[in-house]
């Protein structure tokens, strides 16, 4: 059973930091897309950061890039978002999610949330100005 868990939200102050993590168990996370998107209330939810199970390609929206970094730790079948420079308008509920098609189906470099299947339950982040 596929199983994802994310931490590490909270308030922060505009300029502060955060590591959110994402806990993989049921699947070999390295052979799947894997990504991080958010929805802010009232808003469709969107993509942040996805890396791709082909080659490890990276993409980032355009209003995290420079600020906001993904990782992942294979041995502790963990992803990462090291956040920086946080803005009130980051402030959403923060998901991490897995596309169904491992590496050896075909490469996938997207970061379209309708497009990824299985979702952890969410993580707060707020900023305050």
């Known amino acids: 059973e596929v199983h994802l868990v994310e931490s590490g939200g909270g308030l922060v102050q505009a300029g502060g930091s955060l590591r959110l993590s994402c806990a993989f168990s049921?699947?070999?996370?390295?052979?799947?897309?894997i990504g991080w998107f958010r929805q802010a209330p009232g808003q469709e939810r969107e993509g942040v950061s996805c890396?791709?199970?082909?080659?490890?390609?990276?993409y980032y929206a355009d209003s995290v890039k420079g600020r906001f970094t993904i990782s992942r730790d294979s041995a502790k079948n963990t992803v990462y978002l090291q956040m920086n420079s946080l803005k009130p308008e980051d402030t959403a509920v923060y998901y991490c999610?897995?596309?169904?098609?491992?590496?050896?189906?075909?490469?996938?470099?997207?970061?379209?949330?309708?497009?990824?299947?299985?979702w952890g339950q969410g993580t707060q982040v707020t900023v305050s100005s």
């Open positions: 049921g699947f070999r996370f390295d052979d799947y897309p």
């Open positions: 999610a897995v596309k169904d098609m491992p590496y050896y189906r075909g490469s996938y470099y997207g970061c379209a949330h309708w497009e990824y299947d299985y």
């Open positions: 890396i791709s199970s082909s080659d490890g390609r990276i």
